[in-house]
């Protein structure tokens, strides 16, 4: 199985911050990486696929690059609707894996 | 639209079993892959399984293989997620979630609500 293993765990920002999240494959994906947002009660959201793409209706200050093992996620400056928790996940092979998710708190 | 509608929340015993269900609608049911995905309590995501609705070709997760069986009827554009045996450590929130029409390469594009379970005696 692809390991997916994102840093940080939890993070501490304030509106307007720029914010980064990484995510690491235990072997080359390509560009097969997809990030998703999921606040407090609700189902995940898919934000950014194939690395960089954005999905339909997500933002502009949402971003995606990387390919191979190393992956990028930013905010380029942070809302309130933004804190919540994020997740990486690789389609390249099954089973897919989720990263571990990063938590983005209100400092 | 496509929506993917999830059955409601259940409360079981230890070693009773439990069959859930996801409807698909808004799209070519049988065209796309539909997987599982478990979240514990305050826990990150963890993906179980996929099956395609036109052929019924199932992947599972080494993790959740032999614990959890995913069929899907196509006639009725309904996938489903059951267990034989719950134990106490299936207490989960369980989404269903639509892939590509083909089983690698394409993100998840549309999640079901979830459906909450809870297994206590």
């Known amino acids: 199985d692809i390991q997916m293993t994102q840093s940080p765990s939890s993070l501490s920002a304030s509106v307007g911050d720029r914010v980064t999240i990484t995510c690491r494959a235990s072997q080359s994906i390509s560009t097969y990486l997809n990030w998703y947002q999921q606040k407090p009660g609700k189902a995940p959201k898919l934000l950014i696929y194939a690395a960089s793409s954005l999905q339909s209706g997500v933002p502009s200050r949402f971003s995606g690059s990387g390919s191979g093992t190393d992956f990028t996620l930013t905010i380029s400056s942070l809302q309130p609707e933004d804190f919540a928790s994020y997740y990486c996940q690789q389609s390249y092979s099954t089973p897919w894996t989720f990263g571990q998710g990063t938590k983005v708190e209100i400092k | 639209e496509v929506q993917l509608v999830q059955s409601g929340a259940e409360v079981k015993k230890p070693g009773e079993s439990l069959k859930i269900s996801c409807k698909g609608s808004g799209y070519s049911f049988s065209s796309y892959w539909i997987g599982w995905v478990r979240q514990m309590p305050g826990k990150g995501l963890e993906w179980m399984g996929i099956i395609y609705p036109g052929d019924s070709d199932t992947r599972y997760s080494p993790s959740f293989q032999g614990q959890v069986t995913i069929s899907a009827d196509k006639s009725i554009s309904t996938a489903y997620l059951q267990w034989s045996s719950l134990k106490a450590s299936d207490t989960a929130i369980y989404y269903c979630?639509?892939?590509?029409?083909?089983?690698?390469?394409?993100?998840?594009?549309?999640w079901g609500q979830g459906t909450l379970v809870t297994v206590s005696s």
């Open positions: 979630a639509r892939g590509g029409s083909t089983v690698t390469y394409v993100p998840i594009d549309y």
